[in-house]
């Protein structure tokens, strides 16, 4: 089993819409939650973290977060053509809120909207 | 500079050799990582450094690999003769100290032919 798995893409979705992504994991000593987006030919670039329970909002992104599931999930509202990445889930066993760089991530999700 | 530095952009060498690849981080930065990313795959860890000395090294696959940075700012990723399966994206981070929020070079494609 991997740590961090991602579900299978590639997800496409219709502009306007809400594009989910999902994440689960397996260390339940995992504290702190990111998503990263990833360009095609780029470096990965952090969109989002979340470190309790709960909804995270942020604009048109949403992370949600169920350490009891070891799930995380990413909500894109208002979907783009400009959306359209590769997303992945990084995990860390470092607490306190902080964003390690050590980081733990699945194998990314590729999202395409389309007009 | 303004953003994390890493060269070359592009390496291909033959399997076997021995190869370099450069880091050099947000100025000021003292913490420093380096993942390896293969096609259609997350990035993996590989080495953490905090200033000199590398904190975590856990990640380095097995003894070929081998990173340095002997002054706290630039560091380097060597690489010792060189295996098609090495064939990766090699991406370096930055952070202001090990706990904010890291930041990613563009990445050196290696390809071992």
């Known amino acids: 089993q991997k740590e961090v798995e991602q579900n299978s893409g590639p997800l496409s979705v219709p502009e306007g819409a809400i594009a989910s992504l999902n994440c689960t994991y397996s260390?339940?000593?995992?504290?702190?939650f990111f998503w990263y987006r990833q360009y095609s030919g780029k470096s990965p670039e952090l969109i989002m973290s979340i470190y309790s329970n709960g909804d995270k909002e942020d604009g048109r992104f949403t992370a949600q977060l169920n350490k009891a599931s070891q799930y995380v999930s990413l909500l894109i509202r208002d979907s783009q053509p400009s959306d359209s990445a590769t997303y992945l889930c990084?995990?860390?066993?470092?607490?306190?809120?902080?964003?390690?760089?050590?980081?733990?991530f699945g194998q990314g999700t590729i999202l395409t909207v389309h007009p | 500079g303004a953003g994390v530095s890493q060269t070359p952009s592009n390496k291909v060498t033959e399997k076997g050799k021995y190869v370099e690849l450069r880091c050099d981080p947000i100025s000021g930065h003292t913490a420093l990582y380096w993942y390896r990313q293969s096609l259609g795959q997350g990035p993996e860890f590989l080495i953490y450094?905090?200033?000199?000395?590398?904190?975590?090294d856990s990640g380095l696959p097995n003894d070929r690999f081998f990173a340095v940075r002997p002054e706290g700012s630039v560091s380097t990723l060597k690489i010792q003769r060189t295996e098609r399966g090495d064939s990766a994206v090699y991406l370096c981070?930055?952070?202001?100290?090990?706990?904010?929020?890291?930041?990613f070079g563009q990445g050196t494609r290696l390809t071992v032919v």
């Open positions: 990084a995990v860390t066993r470092d607490a306190g809120g902080t964003s390690y760089g050590k980081l733990t």
């Open positions: 260390d339940r000593g995992s504290q702190s």
């Open positions: 450094f905090q200033g000199t000395g590398a904190a975590d």
């Open positions: 981070a930055s952070s202001f100290t090990g706990d904010t929020e890291a930041f």
